[in-house]
């Protein structure tokens, strides 16, 4: 099975960016569509954006939509997440997941992921 880990979080304004990556082991990420998901203090983990195995296919949460990007270097067996016009109310902490599952497209359903990281936290201050 694959393991995942996530980097890239911190402490930034409003309006700033950050990049988030998350390093697979143990397995070719090429094998899984990836996802990342959000969790904020007091509430449930939420999706926030999925890609297909090629990279070929995104789907976006409207909340971030336009603002964050996926992306999968499957070379380097990593994915990323670009935050840019980052909002206070997007401060969680985030995880990247894997669903091994064959898909025409990436899905936004949580209990499909099988696979999850320990998550990177993303503080956006006002």
């Known amino acids: 099975q694959v393991q995942l880990v996530e980097s890239g979080g911190g402490l930034v304004q409003a309006g700033g960016s950050l990049r988030l990556s998350c390093a697979a082991s143990?397995?070719?990420?090429?094998?899984?569509?990836m996802g990342w998901f959000r969790q904020a203090p007091g509430k449930g983990r939420e999706f926030v954006a999925a890609?297909?195995?090629?990279?070929?296919?995104?789907v976006y949460a409207d909340s971030v939509k336009g603002r964050f990007t996926i992306s999968r270097d499957n070379a380097k067996n990593t994915v990323y997440l670009q935050l840019n016009s980052l909002k206070p109310e997007d401060t969680a902490v985030y995880y990247c997941?894997?669903?091994?599952?064959?898909?025409?497209?990436?899905?936004?359903?949580?209990?499909?992921?099988?696979?999850w990281g320990q998550g990177t936290q993303v503080t956006v201050s006002s």
């Open positions: 143990g397995q070719p990420l090429s094998s899984y569509i």
């Open positions: 997941a894997a669903d091994r599952h064959i898909r025409a497209t990436p899905t936004k359903e949580i209990y499909e992921y099988a696979f």
């Open positions: 890609i297909s195995w090629s990279g070929g296919s995104t």
